[in-house]
């Protein structure tokens, strides 16, 4: 199962358990979040829905799990001859999120099994 949302301007593909990031969301690590603008959604049995322009009563919920600053981007800009050079940086701020859970008219459609991952048995043999 996997969506097609809409914040801050761009169109995010997530699915349930997804972590993934978004510009900038006020809110503080470990609140919910619910995005109603979606876009597209798809199920289990591939069967698409898709909306004109937002789907009506469906919504993805998430977990904010940290706010912060991506990495620099180095702006430079120069004009030959004419002894101009001007460089600048750019850190844009984002919010990580992982999905919770889609919701379809109140209704609960997906949601993962855990939220922590069971460790791995490293001495395991893997069996063909």
């Known amino acids: 199962m996997y969506a097609i949302i809409k914040t801050g301007g761009k169109q995010y593909k997530i699915r349930a358990g997804e972590i993934f990031r978004v510009e900038r969301l006020s809110g503080d690590v470990g609140q919910t979040v619910s995005f109603d603008q979606v876009l ?18 469906v919504r993805v919920d998430g977990v904010i799990l940290k706010q912060g600053k991506g990495k620099k981007i180095i702006v430079f800009k120069k004009k030959r001859r004419k002894s101009y050079e ?14 919770t859970e889609f919701g ?25």
């Open 40 to 57: 597209m959604l798809s199920d289990e049995t591939d069967s698409i829905k898709v909306g004109k322009p937002t789907l009506e009563g």
């Open 86 to 99: 001007k460089k600048n940086g750019h850190r844009q701020y984002f919010t990580e999120i992982k999905v």
């Open 104 to 128: 379809l008219d109140g209704a609960v459609t997906a949601t993962p099994v855990t939220t922590e991952m069971a460790p791995q048995d490293s001495n395991a043999v893997a069996e063909a």
